[in-house]
């Protein structure tokens, strides 16, 4: 299968190391000054150049409406006919980004950075996109070891960064308030529900949360004492939080705590294939 990657940043050129490790050839294109491609990965002159022979395109430049606009109009003339073109845009739905313009093969694949190490890659239809598209996106996606998982009806932010979305905001107000610094908020989070989160979502943890009685005498038990919780919202001003969290992981490398991070995640994934 042949790709291109447009934009490569963070998740851009994740993909195009994930695509070119399971043997695509990957066609990247990127105006940055300072662009370096990972192994067996081929730089394009041009967007057009990019993908004139593609059977799959992954977007990942800025998350900007105008930007996926223009970009998209693009892709949809210059793109062979038959190719896939993907938007790993993290809120903004194709729909919006497609109006005026054919989509019926346009459609999100938002992964969770890094993609070539987390699995999860939201497939998300716009209004056009024809059922034959979504089946190449989930082949496609899964050809790469990954788990997509298709969702029903587009709405801003989807379904996994409205999750986190959730509790960044409880989170950011519990440092604001003084409650926790950065840095025991996250050892709070990777020791308890990041570990549990790792095995069962929510739900399944819930039920289970409640014995053999289920979500039901856990929501009857422990979820009303949890109703009454007003959580809080961050301020106006993220200048502070930002601060905090520069003074406690800014010390280290960018390239180290990725690295370490990536270990780690791996280690969690062959703990679970083994078990
Ligand atoms: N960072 C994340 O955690 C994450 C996770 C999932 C999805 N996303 C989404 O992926 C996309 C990219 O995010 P990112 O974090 O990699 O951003 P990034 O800023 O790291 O990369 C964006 C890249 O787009 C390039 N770019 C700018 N103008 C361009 C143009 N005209 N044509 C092609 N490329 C151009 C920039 O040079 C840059 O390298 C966004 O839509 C974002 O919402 C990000």
Redesign the pocket.
Same mark, same amino acid.
């Given at each position: 299968m042949k790709t291109a990657v447009?934009?490569?940043?963070?998740?851009?050129l994740s993909w195009a190391r994930l695509f070119a490790e399971h043997g695509h050839p990957v066609k990247v294109?990127? !105006?940055?000054p300072d662009l370096d491609v990972p192994e067996g990965v081929e730089v394009a002159p041009t967007?057009a150049d990019a993908v004139r022979d593609a059977d799959v395109v992954q977007e990942?430049?800025?998350?900007d409406l105008e930007?996926k606009k223009t970009?998209f109009a693009e892709l949809v003339r210059t793109a062979p006919r038959h190719a896939l073109l993907l938007s790993?845009?993290?809120?903004i739905p194709s729909t919006a980004f497609t109006r005026g313009v054919d989509g019926s093969r346009v459609l999100i694949g938002? !992964?969770?950075?890094p993609p070539h190490v987390l699995p999860l890659v939201e497939v998300v239809p716009g209004e056009q996109t024809t059922k034959e598209s979504v089946g190449r996106a989930v082949e496609f996606y899964r050809g790469l070891g990954r788990t997509p998982v298709v969702e029903r009806k587009e709405i801003p932010g989807f379904v996994g960064n409205r999750l986190q979305a959730a509790l960044s905001r409880e989170a950011a107000y519990l440092v604001e308030q003084g409650v926790v610094t950065p840095q025991d908020l996250d050892t709070v989070v990777t020791n308890s529900l990041g570990l549990r989160w790792a095995t069962v979502g929510p739900f399944l943890g819930a039920h289970l949360g409640g014995g053999p009685g289920g979500y039901r005498h856990l929501a009857q038990h422990i979820g009303r004492s949890m109703q009454g919780l007003e959580l809080g919202t961050p301020a106006q001003d993220p200048e502070r939080l930002i601060k905090a969290v520069e003074d406690a992981y800014g010390s280290s490398t960018y390239s180290d705590l990725a690295e370490t991070r990536d270990r780690r995640q791996l280690a969690v994934l062959t703990a679970l294939e083994e078990n």
């Open positions: 447009i934009g490569a940043g963070v998740i851009g294109f990127d !105006p940055r967007v990942n430049g800025p998350e930007f970009l790993s845009s993290s809120a938002h !992964p969770f950075n």
